[in-house]
């Protein structure tokens, strides 16, 4: 399980390196404005909206969930992966469809 991203800006961290920002972008920067605001529980419920999101990215090997969420958000044009990645498998997509869902982006 990924180490929840709210934690991080509340131990007076300015921000994250996020792979789940790449396709909640607007959550995790709020997320992280919340926290160094102070607004701690207010930062802890976008992450755990997120929390599964976070999790199930890495269903599949990086990038190759993240790309596909991106082009299933429509912020790519395309999904397709350079050699030796493949493509997300049907398992692996419909896991992270549900964690989009989850999240609200979808």
């Known amino acids: 399980m990924m180490r929840p991203r709210w934690t ?31 607004h701690f529980d207010e930062a802890r419920v976008i992450n755990q909206r997120l929390m599964p999101l976070h999790n199930k990215l890495f269903v599949e090997p990086n990038p190759i969930p993240v790309k596909w969420a991106c082009k299933e958000l429509g912020l790519v044009a395309s999904d397709t992966l350079r050699l030796p990645m493949t493509p997300i498998t049907d398992h692996g997509r419909d896991i992270v469809r549900a964690a989009l869902k989850h999240a609200g982006l979808l």
Do not use: Q
């Open 8 to 38: 991080l800006c509340s131990s007076g961290g300015h921000g994250v390196i996020s792979v789940t920002a790449n396709v909640a972008a607007r959550d995790m920067a709020e997320m992280c404005k919340l926290a160094a605001a102070g």
